[in-house]
């Protein structure tokens, strides 16, 4: 009898896990005390990391320490990668340092997870012990080790370990580790030079090589390489051509490629100071030039510390909207409520505040409302 | 009624619990203590304790009275009390102010339908307290009573205080969802909620769906629009709304005047202002001459506004004077807001805001002693200032802030926003001004 | 000093390093404080620079930003572009430094620089934290704006508090802009301090050197660089963007020395590439040997064609030209661009063959090119100064066509020509368009146009291009002064009169003695030298009437508050007046946001009523 409910709860947490329920699946194991088996471990370290839950991912760590396959080396390189995918590099460390053995996979996994959290010289430096205790890299480790060079910055040290990849290693460099390299440029937005590495390639560029290099280019908002590559990738996979693509609007500036250098004349026709409506402008940049500096001091005259907090910047209402901005997406409306009325400053200020971020700032005092936008207030200054 | 009963009572016929109940509610708005004898006399027949409505009617005629201490008594003697007892009760103590009471009362009860919640949330609402108002209808929400359009009134003017135009949001698509949802007076306060909250146009277009319409529909569009600044369409609606025969009322005006002193109409003003009395035979109220006074100070005719205050029938309030103040204020004259300022302290010794409106325009033309004097005036008299607090809702969330307000959790985030936003201020040309204290 | 890739790799762990006050997350040790529950993150030094944002930052809600943004570049809406990026600032969602990089590279992609430099302020000021990207773009806008000390001032910064190198492209653009902007000293040095750091040595970094060495006619500068590029790649130079400047350096010196000898040797020798001096044609057969291991890109065959053209061997350039042409296999293989259609069409015209400059010009596009502002009016200027105003004009329509946008250069020569050529008409329609188009024409140009209208009698059209401009333009007296002598002699004293009224209200120039001597002196033609004293009397007048007229409403305002006062204070107002409606006492005296909800009463006692209703049910 007993046995026969526990075959159903294991079934029952093996369909939740297959449907990528794993809230439930949890559930199913905290109040029914139902045990996993191997599959379903790997099945929930895998959902949590797809769903970046490290609350889940604890829970499911927890109770696979409970289990009795928390010696497995496999699950336990699956903890890692679970960890590092929900962002918690301390969590797979602190896995990882306790592991009695690790497969070169753990090591792996640890630089990989380091890459991928930005944290790429950590993984550096694991990849540094990892030679101390005299381990072999494989082919993959260098992969991992490439996106970590990627996340750090690290340019010349991926060269470094290229070299050594081949020399020391003997490993001979395949697609991916020439993807790898032209992947740390276009992750430190060398592009440039990405693009002249994949001219040194021993090999002819593939439509994936000129993919990788477009969205890079796409990364770093560097559209006529954008497009460049992406039409050198669509000359060699056709059906990688992407259908309603905007046309990018021609350069104005091409002083690169233009051989005329000097030959700019327009100097010579044009006078943009002696303008009459350019007063305005110039006014204003040499305000903007001055750097206004308000005086506090007078302000703050004969008045004490309490109010001098309030004199100028941190008006309730302000406050209100900075909080505002913070938690909204831009160009949405904000409303604010003031119990009393709206200072003069505040006011002021405020209507300059609706242009610079673009928002309409409704504020109701205990008067009137205000309707802020585009530097004007629908009282008409008037309060 | 009184005599109709002496009479019953001298013919000789027994009054039944029907006629103390018409009695005692009779009592309720009139006649305390024959209520107090007739309820001597519903004693003597028992009635009190035994038949509950009785009672019932007797618990809220006390309580309608002021006298929740005796409802009580009542209340606590009524043998087998029904739920309109306790929800009388509830209402009696949150009618008198006595919410903890209330609170207590309504946990007491043994079963709690929609109108005990109502009674609940509506007294918050009537005592201004709304944030508890709205913590208690989510209560109501999770316990699964279903809420009347009673209920819904409430919360909406909750929301349009609080200016929570999230929940109002939600409160609208849960009326949809109703039956009730055509109800006129859930539509004007569904009106009447975006427009307090500055979304206007969605007030409109509650007003355009609404089946029928009341004179409160149309001067809660009118009032709308005109706070929100759309003078033209609060005028174009108080025209509208006598094409299709309403009657303008006093509120109708106070919006259509409102909305010309906005759009600076002091001729149409004025025309509409005679108006109302001559051709519509409305009484002006001090309202009304505020708006006059308003018109006039706005134009910068401040000398007129006076004449109005001179003139006006009855005395004018600190509210009036104080409209003139702040015009004093906006127009810099500082001679005219010393004088008003003796005048305001007579009508209104306790009032901080025009003291602070005084020295914010000593401040603005740097008289610092001038400021300092209004300050020292402000201590002598023991007047505190009241503190200025704004608050924004997000995600249905009220998050108020006061000056200086160090408390958020996101605070770092704020200030830093702020200094942005300071120095963006500056390099666009704004030039801090020489405000002292957060309202003026 | 280092210049390893080890060596570089350490300076970028210090420049990390700065950034942390503790060292990085580590490392073995650690397996003995195996309690301890989470190490605390690692200190950041609170005045290191910020670090840029991760590639891995790019998700979510900021990478559909990113596209947005990305997609209003495409629609060439930049302003919009860099609007919304500075509000997404005021949300929250930030945009990534990516985003940003995408709009100010896509401003200085137009020529926008000070939309560009005011987002890169706003950002800075945001703490957005820049990356390379950023850094560079601000370098080549400083550099493309002519400001290599501000260049400079801001690489000494990266270099100083950056968390990161920079990048060999950084060198390329501060050495292309130093040498553009004649700083080529410091952009040697900027070489130096390149390999310092343990970067590669450059070909295109040489070649910017060479370029502006031979622009120097320092030819031995030019050798030693050549010899000190070929040393350190191993004895050849691959790339072939360095041969050109090498050329030029043998020309260059070919001419200082015996450049008459070796042209006499050059001339009969039939073969293709013979008949350059031998060093030169040395260094071009190396280049261009079929089985040569030299690398050509257009920007190296451009610079090679140039030698050539300029030295007189245009009929080599040609035979080069076509190759080039048979070379070019876009995507894959750009042999050609619009430098090279540049350097060709100035060759044709340096020959006089200005058809065949047309034409060629007009085969760019078979070749996937597009001529720029600066292409057209290079070309329109040697037509227009050779007697071919009808040509220049036809290429001036096909601008249209093409999408380019004529500038006030374009327009200036046009208008210029057609006076030459004795067609006022046009020249006048040409400076109308100019400044229809909003462009800027400055008083010089405006000068010529009236000049040039005055000369064949068109008085009356100086006259209203005077009316036009003077409302926009800074007039100074000469001009002034111009306009009013043409006017007065064709007898429009009355107009002149005219001008002189709007003199007199423009601020930005002194009617002096001198003019007004001139004025009376035309004005005494016809007798009429009184009137000018009348005009000058009459504005001041008008003048003082309206500072009085501001006087007294400032003195009418104070005396109406002064008078509403006293005539309020001792009324019956405020201490006497019984208060007749002691129940409003309470009302507002003007409407708040309240009101509307006061009209509700009778709801909000609904409750009770209903409480009642069921009692007596």
Not at chain 2, 116 to 128: C, D, E, H, M, N
Not at chain 3, 416 to 443: H, I, Q, W
């Amino acid at each position: 009898q007993i046995t026969d409910v526990k075959l159903t709860s294991i079934s029952d947490l093996r369909t939740l896990c297959r449907e990528g329920k794993v809230k439930e699946a949890i559930e199913l194991m905290d109040k029914e005390g139902v045990k996993a088996d191997a599959d379903c471990f790997c099945a929930l370290f895998e959902l949590c990391g797809k769903l970046k839950s490290l609350e889940n991912a604890k829970r499911v760590h927890d109770f696979f320490l409970q289990s009795t396959w928390r010696g497995d080396l496999q699950l336990i390189n699956k903890v890692i990668e679970m960890h590092g995918k929900c962002a918690s590099m301390t969590d797979a460390r602190r896995v990882f340092d306790h592991m009695a053995d690790r497969s070169i996979d753990s090591w792996n996994l640890m630089i990989n997870g380091y890459a991928d959290n930005g944290l790429g010289d950590d993984g550096l430096q694991l990849f540094e012990q990892m030679r101390e205790q005299g381990l072999k890299p494989d082919s993959r480790t260098f992969l991992a080790l490439f996106s970590a060079c990627g996340s750090a910055d690290a340019v010349e040290e991926a060269f470094i370990h290229f070299d050594s990849m081949k020399t020391e290693y003997g490993i001979s460099p395949e697609l991916e580790h020439y993807l790898g390299i032209l992947g740390v440029f276009g992750m430190c937005g060398h592009l440039n030079e990405a693009e002249e590495y994949i001219a040194k390639l021993p090999f002819e560029p593939t439509a994936v090589v000129w993919d990788a290099l477009r969205d890079y280019a796409r990364i770093h908002g560097d559209v006529d390489r954008e497009d460049r590559a992406e039409e050198l990738m669509v000359s060699l996979d056709p059906s990688k051509a992407v259908s309603n693509k905007i046309p990018t609007p021609p350069p104005k500036k091409r002083t690169a490629i233009s051989m005329l250098d000097g030959k700019n004349r327009i100097i010579e026709y044009i006078n943009p100071t002696l303008y009459k409506d350019d007063e305005k402008l110039k006014a204003l940049a040499a305000m903007k030039d001055s750097g206004y500096v308000p005086d506090t001091r007078y302000v703050l005259h004969d008045i004490d510390q309490e109010a001098k907090e309030q004199a100028l910047l941190y008006h309730s209402e302000r406050l209100a909207i900075a909080y505002g901005l913070i938690s909204t997406p831009a160009r949405t409306p904000l409303r604010i409520i003031k119990n009393l009325r709206v200072c003069g400053d505040c006011h002021n200020a405020i209507k300059i505040m609706s242009k610079i971020v673009g928002r309409e700032l409704i504020v109701r005092d205990n008067k009137r409302f205000h309707h802020f936008k585009d530097g004007k207030c629908s009282c008409g200054d008037y309060w | 009624a009184a005599a109709e009963f002496s009479r019953m009572r001298l013919s000789g016929v027994e009054p039944n619990h029907v006629t103390f109940v018409t009695l005692l509610s009779g009592c309720a708005d009139s006649n305390i203590s024959f209520g107090a004898s007739i309820h001597g006399y519903a004693r003597k027949l028992c009635f009190d304790t035994s038949n509950v409505m009785v009672g019932t009617a007797l618990v809220a005629m006390y309580a309608k009275r002021g006298l929740v201490d005796v409802a009580r008594l009542v209340f606590d003697d009524i043998k087998e009390k029904n739920s309109v007892s306790w929800n009388t009760m509830i209402d009696g103590y949150m009618r008198n102010g006595k919410v903890r009471d209330a609170v207590e009362v309504f946990d007491e009860m043994p079963e709690r339908d929609a109108v005990s919640w109502t009674a609940l949330i509506g007294g918050f609402v009537k005592r201004r307290r709304f944030e508890e108002a709205l913590e208690w209808f989510r209560e109501m929400q999770v316990s699964s009573v279903e809420p009347d359009y009673v209920t819904v009134i409430a919360v909406l003017a909750a929301c349009a205080d609080l200016g929570t135009v999230g929940l109002g949001l939600w409160m609208n698509r849960f009326i949809m969802n109703r039956k009730f949802k055509d109800n006129v007076k859930i539509s004007n306060s569904l009106i009447d909620m975006y427009s307090r909250c500055g979304c206007i146009e969605f007030a409109r277009q509650v007003f355009e769906r609404m089946p029928n319409r009341t004179l409160v529909s149309w001067n809660s569009i009118i009032v709308g629009f005109a706070v929100n600044g759309h003078a033209e369409e609060a005028l174009k609606f108080f025209n509208l709304m006598q094409r299709e025969g309403f009657k303008p009322d006093g509120v109708s005006f106070t919006g259509a005047l409102t909305a010309c002193s906005h759009a600076g109409l002091v001729e149409e003003g004025l025309l509409l202002f005679e108006n109302m009395k001559r051709v519509h035979g409305i009484r002006h109220r001090i309202e009304h001459y505020g708006c006059i006074v308003d018109l006039y100070s706005r134009a910068g005719r401040l000398e007129d506004a006076l004449n109005v205050i001179e003139y006006m029938p009855m005395k004018p309030n600190e509210v009036v004077l104080g409209s003139l103040l702040a015009a004093c204020r906006t127009h810099g004259d500082i001679t005219l807001a010393e004088r008003l300022m003796k005048y305001l302290s007579d009508l209104d010794p306790g009032g901080d805001s025009n003291y602070v409106l005084l020295a914010n325009m000593y401040a603005a033309v740097g008289k610092w002693d001038g400021a300092g004097k209004v300050r020292k005036t402000m201590k002598a008299l023991g007047i505190q200032k009241t503190p200025g607090f704004s608050s924004i809702e997000i995600d249905c969330n009220i998050h108020e802030f006061v000056a200086g307000d160090k408390s958020h959790v996101d605070k770092n985030c704020i200030y830093s926003m702020l200094e942005l936003l300071s120095s963006e201020l500056k390099a666009s040309g704004y030039v801090p001004g020489n405000t002292l204290y957060e309202n003026d | 000093s280092f210049a390893t890739p080890e060596d570089a790799a350490a300076e970028r762990r210090r420049r990390k390093r700065r950034l942390r006050i503790e060292p990085p997350l580590s490392s073995l040790h650690r397996n003995q404080q195996q309690q301890q529950q989470s190490p605390p993150p690692p200190q950041r030094n609170p005045n290191a620079p910020k670090l840029p944002d991760h590639v891995s930052a790019l998700t979510g809600n900021r990478l559909n930003l990113h596209n947005k943004i990305l997609t209003l570049i495409r629609e060439n809406d930049l302003e919009e572009a860099a609007l919304y990026t500075r509000h997404s600032i005021y949300s929250n969602c930030r945009p990534t430094i990516f985003t940003v990089n995408s709009v100010l590279n896509a401003l200085l992609r137009q020529s926008k620089y000070s939309d560009l430099l005011s987002l890169h302020r706003f950002i800075t000021q945001a703490g957005v934290a820049p990356n390379i990207i950023t850094h560079n773009l601000v370098f080549q806008t400083y550099l493309d704006c002519r400001k290599p000390d501000t260049a400079m001032e801001h690489y000494k910064q990266l270099i100083n508090d950056a968390p990161f190198s920079p990048s060999p492209t950084t060198y390329r653009i501060l050495v292309k802009g130093l040498v553009d902007n004649n700083r080529l000293e410091r952009a040697l040095e900027l070489k130096e301090e390149m390999s310092e750091k343990g970067l590669a040595p450059d070909p295109t970094v040489y070649h910017y050197l060479m370029a502006g060495c031979v622009r120097n006619s320092d030819v031995d500068k030019v050798f030693d660089l050549y010899e000190e590029l070929k040393g350190k790649l191993g004895g050849f130079v691959e790339d072939g963007v360095v041969y050109g400047s090498l050329m030029k350096a043998y020309f260059l010196k070919g001419m200082e020395k015996e450049a008459m000898e070796i042209f006499e040797e050059a001339v009969g020798a039939g073969y293709f590439l013979k008949g350059i001096k031998k060093e030169s044609m040395e260094t071009f057969e190396e280049a261009l040997a079929e089985n040569s291991s030299v690398k050509m890109s257009a920007v190296a065959y451009n610079s090679v064609l140039d030698a050539l053209s300029k030295n007189g061997k245009f009929d080599e350039a040609l035979k080069l030209f076509d190759r080039m042409k048979k070379e070019h296999n876009p995507p894959r293989r750009l042999a050609v661009n619009l430098g090279t259609f540049n350097v060709i069409a100035e060759g044709y015209c340096a020959q006089g063959r200005f058809r065949d400059a047309i034409e060629v010009f007009r085969t760019m596009g078979d070749y996937r090119c597009s001529p720029d502002t600066l292409s057209f009016n290079v070309l329109i200027e040697q037509l227009c100064n050779n007697g071919m105003l009808g040509e220049a004009e036809a290429l001036y329509g096909e601008m249209g066509e093409k999408g380019v946008n004529p500038d006030e250069f374009t327009f200036g020569l046009l208008m210029d020509t057609c006076f030459k050529e004795n067609r006022p008409d046009d020249a006048a329609g040409y400076f109308r368009k100019m400044v229809d188009s909003k462009l800027r024409p400055n008083l010089a140009v405006y000068n010529r146009l009236v000049d040039g209208l005055v000369k064949v009698g068109k008085v009356d059209e100086a006259k209203s291009f005077f009316d036009l401009m003077v409302k926009k333009l800074k007039m100074d007296v000469p001009s002034y002064k111009f306009i009013m002598k043409a006017l007065s002699e064709s007898g429009k004293l009355d107009e002149v009169l005219n001008v002189v009224d709007t003199m007199l209200d423009d601020d930005g120039v002194e009617f002096n003695e001198e003019v007004q001597e001139f004025v009376k002196g035309e004005l005494r033609k016809e007798g009429r030298e009184d009137e000018l004293a009348k005009l000058i009397e009459e504005k001041e007048r008008q003048k003082a009437e309206a500072k009085a007229k501001e006087a007294e409403a400032a003195e009418a305002a104070k005396r109406s508050a002064r008078a509403a006062v006293s005539s309020l204070l001792p009324s019956k107002l405020f201490g006497s007046k019984e208060s007749t409606e002691s129940g409003s006492a309470e009302a507002n005296g003007s409407p708040t946001v309240g009101e509307a909800s006061s009209t509700e009463s009778s709801s909000s006692d609904s409750d009770a009523e209903r409480i009642k209703d069921e009692t007596s049910a």
